[in-house]
C-alpha cells in the first residue's frame, strides 16, 4: 500500500537549522574480559546484586572463593567474566588493561546522555589501572558453556547479569548481554540462556523484547548443603 | 512416647522359616564413564528422551553433532556422560570397557527383581564391547559445570536424565543422579541442579523426597536461533 500513496508535499524550507553539536555528555562504555584483579570489584558487585534479589541470606561467596574458582581455564571453555567499564573519557586501548586478550576484543560504545551521572560508588568501583582516566567498574556477566541435547551443541548460560543502580535504564545490561549473544554466534553456539524472578516483570518484558522465549513450564531444581551430601554419600 | 510404652509381648516360636534365599532375579546396573564408541546409543536415548516429554520438534541433534561436540576436555571439566548398563550377569571389570578411566571408578548395583525384564530393544542397545556377556544400556546422565557467585564456587548441571522404559521405577534413575551428586561431593562442589517439566508430578515429587528444592519463582529464558543470530549480530 505504502508504493501506492500520493507523493509527500513539498517540504518547507526550515526556518531555524537543527543543532549541529549535541549539547549531551558523553559516556564511553566499554565490555572486556575480567581478570584476577577485578576479584574485588566482581565480589562487590555480586553482594549488589543479592540486594536486588532479596537473596543475601543465600551469599557466602568471599573474594578467595572467587579467586580459587575463575580463570582455570581459557575464556568461553568454563566460567567467563565480562566486566563492564564506563569513563567521561574515550578508552585508550594501549593504556588502559593493555593486554589485550586474543580470544576477545573489547566491545566499545558511547552514549549521550542528558546529565551526567552522579555515581556515589565511584571511588569503590574505580578501575585497577585507571589512573589519571576516571574510569569506574558498573557492572559485569558471568557465563559459561552450556550444553542442549536436542540441539546436539553448546550453548551458553548467563549466570549474573548486573549493572549497578545509577547506570541501569541506559541499554548498558543489553551491552552485556548481546556481547555473551556475539559470542555465541562467533562459537558457532545454539543458545544463550539464563533465569529471571517471576515477578521481575521489567526484566521479562525487556527479554522478550529482545527476542528471548520465557519457558513457563519447566522449574528448577536444586540439590544442596546437606540433602547433596547425605545423596552423594548414599552413591558410594 | 515410645520408651514409655510397655514392653511388647514375648514372639512365638515360628512354625515355617523364612526362605534364606530369595528366588529373585538379579539384574547387575554399572554406572560408567561414556566413550566415543556410546555416541549411537546416547543419540537414540535422546531420541527417546524427546518422546517422553513431547518435544521431538525440537531435536536437530546427529551423531556426527554429538561425537563432535562431547569429549573434547577431561570428564567434570566440562560435558560429561555417565552411561547406565544393565544385564542379568555380574560384570567383569577386565574385560567390559577395559579402559578404566582414572577419574571415575565405575559404580555397580545389584537388584532383585520378581520378573526378569523383557527389554523389546535388546538388541538396539547391546553394548559395544559386550559379546556374550549380555550387557544393554539402559540410560544415561549428561551434566556439566555451573557456577554460583552466591556461593562462590562450582556445581553440576544436570541437562538430560533418563532411563528406557522397561528399566524404570527401579532405582536405576536415582542410581544415575546419585552418581553425579556423589561426583559433586567429591570435588567440593556446592550445588547439583537440574530442570523438570511443572506437569510432571510424579518427577517432583521424587526429587523433593530425595531432598531437593524445586524453585517456584525463576523462569528459564532462552534466546535461539534467529533472534540469536540478530541480537549477537547487533553487538559489534
Redesign the interface.
Known sequence: MAAAAPPPPPVPAPTTLPNPTPTGHPLFARVRLADPSDVPHIHKL?LQ??VFEH?TH?????ED??SS?FFT?PPF???TIFVLEVSPNPFLPTLLHPPSQPPFSP?TRTLTLDLPIDDPEKETFRSVNSDGFDVVVAGFV?F????????????F?V??LFVRDCYRSKGLGK?L???V??????MGY??????????NVKA?KF?EE???????????????G???????????
Chains 1, 2 share one sequence.
Open positions: 555480586i546484586l543479592a537473596l543465600l551469599v557466602s561467596a568471599t572463593s572467587l574458582t581455564s571453555h568454563s566460567f566491545i558471568l559459561f558453556p552450556n550444553y542442549s541435547t536436542f540441539l546436539g551443541k553448546p550453548g548460560y549466570e549474573d551491552m548481554l548481546s556481547a549473544a556475539a559470542q555465541a554466534v562467533k545454539g543458545r544463550v540462556e539464563w533465569v529471571v524472578l517471576d515477578w521479562i527479554y529482545m527476542g528471548a522465549k520465557v519457558l513457563e513450564e519447566w522449574r528448577i531444581c536444586r540439590l544442596t546437606e540433602a547433596l551430601q547425605a545423596y552423594g554419600n548414599a552413591a558410594n
